[in-house]
């Protein structure tokens, strides 16, 4: 094949969830997000998302690095991880 009919390769739903939840990070407060914001973030791509969804991948994020989980279980809440927030996510700019 030479490469002239390749494509990229079509946007899970999950990796466009994970692309919402680092950029509603980005766009929050000291970067805080909660598994309520992450379901709001799903809603305006318009995937219906359960809130066992929002936690999942949340978790998912912070096992990767990319987000630091805090608080006890019943106030969960992530933050945005400074060093990985660049990479192949857009608005990884540090703050000043």
């Not at 929050?28 to 219906?48: D, E, F, V």
């Not at 912070?62 to 990479?87: F, H, I």
């Amino acid at each position: 094949m030479t490469g002239n009919g390749a494509t990229a390769p079509k946007p899970t739903h999950q990796s466009m969830r994970a692309d919402a939840l680092l950029a509603e990070a980005r766009c929050r407060p000291q970067g805080r997000i909660t598994s309520g914001a992450a379901r709001a973030a799903y809603a305006r791509l318009g995937l219906a998302a359960k809130r066992r969804t929002a936690r999942r991948d949340l978790k998912a994020l912070a096992a990767e690095g990319l987000l630091t989980a805090c608080g006890p279980d019943s106030q969960r809440y992530y933050v945005a991880t400074r060093t990985r927030m660049g990479g192949s996510h857009p608005g990884g700019e540090a703050d000043g």
